[in-house]
């Protein structure tokens, strides 16, 4: 039976003790089993409505923007999940180049059944290295949930081409993100910036600029630009 959103959230059942923020290497065990756990509940039909995908069609059309998604692109998707953003470029374009990061093993199980072509890497964010830089680069719905985010961005964009997008987002929204926070801190210990000055100081010293930030009641979407 599925578990519950609420039971895998507050980590029910995971007989463990809570990781502290203080403990990294605690933090990065309980997020993976959290999310193990949570594989069902995410892959499940149920999980996507129509309403949520075409939240998901807007957050990438809106972050590409004109230039859409260019054959020979690279795309890296942060804590891809079972891949509910994947499955949106996949559909602008079959042959896609994505590399899907996540610490969850069942997660990337689902993710690799489903889309043989990806390339999928199971490690922290923060361990993470390319061989290629990327061209285009995304948090959906996983970027408070990271210990350190600055520290993750500063990693992050040193493996981006000249010129390459960023972009942190919620199909959900800031307030939703929000509630998530102050109903499970040890799960997504981080709010989501709330305006441009925030934004700024969050990506100090890495070379990327706040290029557009949407927040509306339902969506969030916040992207920089490596300059
Ligand atoms: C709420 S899920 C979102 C999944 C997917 N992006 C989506 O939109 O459905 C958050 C995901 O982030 C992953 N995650 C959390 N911290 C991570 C880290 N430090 N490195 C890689 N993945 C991480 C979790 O394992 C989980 O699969």
Redo the contacts with the bound molecule.
């Keep these: 039976m599925a578990q519950s959103m609420e039971d895998f959230m507050s980590g029910k059942g995971l007989n463990m003790k809570a990781g502290t923020k203080s403990d990294q290497d605690a933090f990065?065990r309980r997020?993976?089993a959290?999310?193990?756990q949570?594989a069902e509940h995410?892959s499940s039909d149920e999980f996507i409505s129509e309403a949520l995908r075409k939240r998901?069609e807007r957050l990438v059309d809106s972050g590409l923007g004109e230039r859409g998604l260019k054959s020979g692109f690279r795309i890296l998707?942060?804590?891809?999940?079972?891949?509910?953003?994947t499955d949106v470029f996949l559909a602008k374009n079959p042959s896609a180049d994505i590399t899907a990061?996540?610490?969850?093993e069942n997660?990337l199980k689902v993710l690799s059944s489903r889309y043989p072509s990806v390339k999928i890497v199971r490690?922290?964010?923060?361990k993470?290295s390319s061989p290629v830089d990327f061209d285009s680069v995304w948090f959906?719905?996983?970027f408070g949930?990271?210990?350190d985010p600055a520290q993750?961005l500063r990693h992050i964009s040193a493996q981006m081409t000249y010129g390459a997008k960023l972009h942190i987002s919620h199909?959900m929204g800031r307030a939703f993100q929000k509630g998530l926070h102050r109903k499970y801190p040890d799960v997504v210990p981080h709010l989501l910036p709330a305006n441009e000055e925030e934004a700024v100081k969050l990506v100090k010293g890495t070379g990327l600029v706040v290029e557009q930030m949407v927040d509306e009641k339902q969506l969030y979407l916040l992207s920089f630009r490596l300059a």
């Design positions: 990065i997020q993976e959290v999310f193990s949570a995410f998901l998707d942060v804590g891809a999940g079972c891949g509910a953003l990061v996540d610490l969850s997660m490690e922290d964010i923060l993470f959906n719905a996983c949930n990271l210990f993750v199909p």
